[in-house]
């Protein structure tokens, strides 16, 4: 049974690193030009500083994916919290069923419950997730180069 839980990734480096590697080999558009090299004193401070929110996903005691959301004050509007992700991931054998849509919409209750007025989420080119997005309520709003 799958499961889904607010974790800290200096809880679950060690298991969240093979992960990592799947989401990077399958869906970066920097392989062969950069190393997976994750900035784990980057993201530990900004755990440590409530500003790094992660929803996992478990099959049993096994972590099979994970959506992280970085939170900030918007630059623009006074007031607004932006919750924006991260980095979504579930390997290929959880992407049946609702699995992929409940991490996110857990994931979404999560940045409510910590504060955010406006959640940002993106998805690849290659692994384009628009229409999920509009379905579960977002509008797409910018294209990032």
């Given at each position: ?10 809880d ?16 970066s558009?920097?392989k ?114």
């Amino acid at each position: 049974m799958i499961t889904f839980q607010v974790e800290k990734v200096k809880d679950i480096y060690p298991e969240l690193l093979p992960i990592l590697k799947a989401h990077a080999d399958e869906l970066s558009p920097h392989k062969g030009k950069y190393r997976l090299y994750p900035a784990m004193d980057v993201l530990f401070f900004l755990e440590k500083n409530k500003s790094l929110f992660t929803m996992t996903a478990r099959d049993g005691e096994s972590l099979v994916g994970y959506c992280s959301f970085i939170k900030s004050k918007s630059l623009h509007y006074a007031g607004v919290i932006n919750f924006e992700v991260d980095a979504f991931f579930l390997p290929k054998e959880y992407r049946k069923g609702l699995t992929g849509y409940k991490l996110l919409k857990e994931a979404h209750e999560m940045c409510k419950r910590e504060g955010a007025t406006h959640i940002i989420q993106k998805c690849k080119v290659s692994a384009d997730l628009s229409k999920l997005f509009e379905r579960m309520g977002f509008t797409k709003i910018e294209y990032t180069f």
